[in-house]
T-cell receptor, first 118, second 112 residues
């Protein structure tokens, strides 16, 4: 078990460019979450998947943002036409939906992908 | 809408002191509450998770309590060490599925 992996760790881009982040969850985890965190704030929920189905999206997720989780494995978060306000740490977390299991529903986070939009 | 508040925003203590971090939430119908630690520029590390049916959880020098009726949780850190310096965040989940709502954290500094 290598934990939750996120790539790239850092991305610097110019305003108007598209960026894509990848998250590889813990292999047996069927739930995957994306959060965004800005300096001095707690993480804000963006979206979550159960297997390959995207079950909830935040109003923060404008039409420039899209997330996918093909085949219920890794996930990608794409931001189109980036704006300076998109600069933040993008965090991915995973958990397993199983009742009665010790540690069930514990969120495990990756190290994050930091985006800087110039 | 669930709102989570952590006060104080920052706390500085001398090494060896016992301390309490606070987390308040507005909707008492929670599923679980999880405490995390975050080092600067890093991701979140889970410390303790308390299910709604539990009153407290312990791990080493850490003890977390939950009082749903008053909408409060506390994280107790015994015999603090400089290595405990970090930001501590609490997150509340309102249902089995879906999102957790985070507070903005308490930044702890433990001075040698």
């Amino acid at each position: 078990d290598t934990g939750v992996s996120q790539d790239p760790r850092h991305k610097i881009t110019k305003r108007g460019q598209n960026v894509t982040f990848r998250c590889d969850p813990i292999s047996e985890h069927n739930r995957l979450y994306w959060y965004r965190q800005t300096l001095g704030q707690g993480p804000e929920f963006l979206t979550y998947f159960q297997n390959e189905a995207q079950l909830e999206k935040s109003r923060l997720l404008s039409d420039r943002f899209s997330a996918e989780r093909p085949k219920g494995s890794f996930s990608t978060l794409e931001i189109q036409r980036t704006e300076q306000g998109d600069s933040a740490m993008y965090l991915c977390a995973s958990s397993i939906r199983t009742s009665g299991v010790s540690g069930a529903n514990v969120l495990t986070f990756g190290a994050g992908s930091r985006l800087t939009v110039l | 809408k669930q709102e989570v508040t952590q006060i104080p925003a920052a706390l500085s203590v001398p090494e060896g002191e016992n301390l309490v971090l606070n987390c308040s939430f507005t909707d008492s119908a929670i599923y679980n509450l999880q405490w995390f630690r975050q080092d600067p520029g890093k991701g979140l590390t889970s410390l303790l998770l308390i299910q709604s049916s539990q009153r407290e959880q312990t791990s080493g020098r850490l003890n977390a309590s939950l009082d749903k009726s008053s909408g409060r949780s506390t994280l107790y850190i015994a015999a603090s060490q400089p290595g405990d310096s970090a930001t501590y965040l609490c997150a509340v989940r309102t249902s089995n599925a879906g999102k957790s709502t985070f507070g903005d954290g308490t930044t702890l500094t433990v001075k040698p």
